[in-house]
């Protein structure tokens, strides 16, 4: 098993312009999320899946669309990319039952900065 | 609205000691309390985690504190080793079996000299 694999890992992008980051997992996990992370501020949710046809936002979805037409992926899309969405960007799979704790898999993350 | 605070932001602790990373939340529906631990270049990784009718999870070297009626949270990281030195991350979510919607605290960047 891959786990969670985000690509790129690293990015440079001309402000205005717009890209794809992917993530796929492997692990047949129906819950998908996208966090990005800046310093001193943690890892904070910019949109979830749970599953395939099944989106919603998160804490801070402005200038990111999302899709999930498969269980394996799920892209976040910035449409017009802007100084402020300079972070690292973690991909992450978990599932439910009702025997425990879950905890969420998470990919090695993006490194996206915006000029 | 950060709804789960963390202190302090960074910590150097002496190998052998006790490491002490405290949370503060303030959304009352929260009932699943995990920390994940995240090293250089890496994705955060799930350490331990626990729910309020328990008021304290130990695993090994790692236990969880859980005061509901202050509430508050806190890791505790005995015989602190080098190898700990890492990022950790507390959180919150409503239902352990929710799986989407986790919040997280701002992290502590744990220092453990040799």
């Known amino acids: 098993n891959a786990g969670v694999t985000q690509t790129p890992k690293f990015q440079v992008l001309k402000t205005g312009q717009s890209m794809t980051l992917q993530c796929a997992q492997d692990m047949n996990h129906e819950y998908m999320s996208w966090y990005r992370q800046d310093p001193g501020m943690g890892l904070r949710l910019i949109h979830y899946s749970v599953g395939a046809g099944i989106t919603d936002q998160g804490e801070v979805p402005n200038g990111y669309n999302v899709s999930r037409s498969t269980t394996e992926d799920f892209p976040l899309r910035l449409l017009s990319a802007a100084p402020s969405q300079t972070s690292v960007y973690f991909c992450?799979?978990?599932?439910?039952?009702?025997?425990?704790?879950?905890?969420?898999?998470f990919g090695s993350g993006t490194r996206l900065t915006v000029v | 609205q950060q709804q789960v605070k963390q202190s302090p932001q960074s910590l150097i602790v002496q190998k052998g000691g006790i490491s002490i990373i405290n949370c503060a939340y303030e959304n009352t529906a929260f009932d699943y309390f995990p920390w994940y631990q995240q090293f250089p270049g890496k994705g955060p990784a799930l350490l331990i985690a626990?729910?309020?009718?328990?008021s304290e999870k130990k695993e090994g070297r790692f236990t969880i504190s859980f005061n509901k009626s202050a509430k508050q949270f806190s890791l505790h990281i005995m015989d602190s080793q080098p190898g700990d030195s890492a990022t950790y991350f507390c959180?919150?979510?409503?239902?352990?079996?929710?799986?989407?919607?986790?919040?997280f605290g701002e992290g502590t960047q744990l220092t453990v000299n040799p």
């Open positions: 992450a799979s978990s599932y439910s039952w009702t025997g425990g704790f879950i905890g969420y898999t």
């Open positions: 626990i729910r309020p009718d328990v």
């Open positions: 959180a919150a979510s409503i239902g352990e079996t929710s799986g989407s919607r986790l919040t």
